[in-house]
C-alpha cells in the first residue's frame, strides 16, 4: 500500500502544529522542509513526532562524506522516518549516508537520492558540466549510483517514476511530489500527475501539499486522494 505524505509547506511550528491536529488521523506523514526546518528547527520535528506522525525531513543533504554522516546520525536521533540526499554527493557520501542511517537499526531513517531536480533543464545541466546526457539520462544514472551505493530510495517526477520502478530492484522506494487529484489547481507544478497514475507507476509515497493544505477541508480531501490511490491498487 503506498503511502500518502502531506509536504507541510507552512512557515511556523504552530501553523504547522495546527495543520496535522486538523487533519487528523486522515494523515500519518508529514514532509517538512527547507523553508519550515530553516525557521524552526529541530523542535518542529519533535513536535510532529509528539503528534504520533512520521516525518520526511527534506534537507537534501550534499556534502563531503564525513560531514553528511554525521548529519544523517543528527537526523536519525530526532526519530526522522525518510530524509533525502543528493544523488550529484557521489557514491562515498551515499554510502557515508546509507552506513549512518543503518546504525540506528530498527529505527533507522530511509535514505531517499535526488537525482536531477525537476528545475533543471538539459540547459542547466550543460551550465554544471553534464553535457552528452540528457537530463532523463541523467536522471537515470543517478538513481543507478545511489540505489548500488545503499540508497533506500529516490525521490522522482511522476514522469520519471515508471521507468526507474521498473529498472531498479523490487524494495526501493519512489517518491513522487507533482501529484494533483483530478480537477485540483496545478499551481507552478508543470509535470504533473494523478495520485491513480503515479500509484500505478510504482511510487510507494506521494508526496502532496497543496491539494490537502489549502483544502476547504484537508481531511477530507487527504481522505479522497487515499481512495483514489487505493482504487489504483496501492
Ligand atoms: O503543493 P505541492 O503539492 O506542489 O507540494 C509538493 C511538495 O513537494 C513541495 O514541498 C515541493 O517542494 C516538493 N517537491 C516538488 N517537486 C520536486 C521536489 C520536491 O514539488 N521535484
Redesign the pocket.
Known amino acids: 500500500m503506498a503511502e500518502l505524505i502531506v509536504?507541510?509547506?507552512v512557515q511556523t511550528r504552530e501553523e504547522a502544529v495546527e495543520r496535522v491536529k486538523t487533519i487528523g488521523d486522515a494523515v500519518g506523514f508529514y514532509?517538512i522542509?527547507?523553508?519550515l526546518f530553516s525557521a524552526e528547527g529541530p523542535d518542529v520535528v519533535k513536535a510532529v513526532k509528539d503528534l504520533g506522525k512520521k516525518v520526511f525531513l527534506?534537507l537534501k543533504f550534499h556534502d563531503i562524506p564525513r560531514t553528511v554522516e554525521r548529519a544523517v546520525k543528527s537526523a536519525a536521533k530526532l526519530g526522522v522516518d525518510l530524509m533525502t540526499i543528493h544523488s550529484a554527493g557521489g557514491r562515498a557520501m551515499i554510502r557515508a549516508a546509507a552506513d549512518a542511517a543503518a546504525g540506528f537499526g530498527a529505527s533507522a531513517p530511509a535514505i531517499l537520492a535526488?537525482t536531477v531536480?525537476?528545475?533543471l533543464d538539459a540547459s542547466d545541466l550543460a551550465d554544471i558540466g553534464v553535457a552528452g546526457r540528457t537530463p532523463a539520462e541523467q536522471v537515470a544514472a543517478l538513481a543507478r549510483l545511489a540505489v548500488d551505493s545503499g540508497a533506500n530510495g529516490l525521490?522522482?517526477?511522476p514522469k520519471e517514476v515508471g521507468s526507474l520502478s521498473r529498472s531498479l530492484p523490487k524494495g526501493t522506494f519512489f517518491v513522487t511530489?507533482?501529484?494533483?487529484p483530478a480537477g485540483a489547481a496545478v499551481?507552478?507544478?508543470k509535470r504533473?500527475a494523478t495520485p491513480a497514475d503515479a500509484v500505478r507507476d510504482g511510487a510507494t509515497h506521494l508526496?502532496?501539499?497543496?491539494?490537502?493544505?489549502?483544502a476547504p477541508d484537508p481531511a477530507l480531501a487527504a481522505r479522497d486522494i487515499l481512495a483514489e490511490m487505493s482504487a489504483a491498487g496501492a
Open positions: 509536504a507541510l509547506d514532509k522542509g527547507l523553508e527534506d535526488v531536480l525537476t528545475s525521490v522522482c517526477s511530489p507533482g501529484v494533483r499551481g507552478d507544478q504533473v508526496v502532496v501539499g497543496r491539494p490537502v493544505l489549502a
